[in-house]
C-alpha cells in the first residue's frame, strides 16, 4: 500500500508544480503584452518573461489594434520529462506604442 500512497503524492506534487508554473507563465505573458503595447522592444519583453519563468519563451502577434504575446515553455522539473508537456500562455493589450 506505501508504493501506491507514494505515487499518489509524487502525481500530485507534479500537478501543483505543473499548475503553478502555468499561472507564473499567464501572469508573465501578461506584462510582455502590455510592454509590447507601451513599444518598449521586443527583447525587453522576452527578458522580463525569461526573469518570471526561466527558460520561457515569447513570440509577438498583432491582432487589429492589439498586440498579443504568446508565451511557452516546458513543464518544470521530473514533470516535464516525465509528461513531456509545453505550456502556453497568451495575453493581449492594446498597441499604443506604434
Known sequence: MLPAVILVLAASLATLQIATTQLRLQDAS???SRS???GDPPGTA???LAIAVPGATVT???RGD???AEASA???GGA???FGLTLTAISCALDGGG
Open 30 to 32: 501578461a506584462d510582455a
Open 66 to 68: 492589439l498586440v498579443c
Open 46 to 48: 522576452a527578458a522580463r
Open 60 to 62: 509577438e502577434t498583432h
Open 80 to 82: 516535464g520529462l516525465l
Open 74 to 76: 516546458r513543464s518544470p
Open 36 to 38: 509590447l503595447g507601451r
